[in-house]
Nanobody, 123 residues
């Protein structure tokens, strides 16, 4: 069964906002570094935001810094990605991922992936 499930994607105009959510069903996110990744057509999957295990800070890719905010709620076992000032180049399938007790969200180390949610930024 799916371990993590993303929601909240959709179609938005440039400059708009979306909030993505990710819920874990069979494990505790607080034991993991949690991150958001995206994959645009014809491109490799890339990490865009991460909260390390036990960390109170966030890391962001330069392409989204200042526009996206990652957060986690251990009491609800969820994580979120608030996306503001969206651009056409943000169009991609967005995935949440979890890495067991890690200091970083390395793609090759992700233990759990969701199926992804499509975000399309277009007028």
């Amino acid at each position: 069964q799916l371990q993590v499930v993303e929601s909240g994607g959709g179609l938005v105009q440039p400059g708009g906002s979306l909030r993505l959510s990710c819920a874990a069903s069979t494990f505790a996110l607080e034991d993991y570094a949690v991150g958001w990744f995206r994959q645009a057509p014809g491109k490799q999957r890339e990490e865009i935001a991460c909260i390390p295990y036990g960390g109170t800070y966030q890391n962001y890719a330069d392409s989204v810094k200042g526009r996206f905010t990652i957060s986690r709620d251990n009491t609800k076992n969820t994580m979120s990605l608030q996306m503001n000032s969206l651009k056409a180049e943000d169009t991609a399938v967005y995935y949440c991922g979890a890495v067991w007790r890690a200091a970083a969200c390395v793609i090759t180390s992700v233990n759990y992936w969701g199926r992804g949610t499509q975000v399309t930024v277009s007028s």
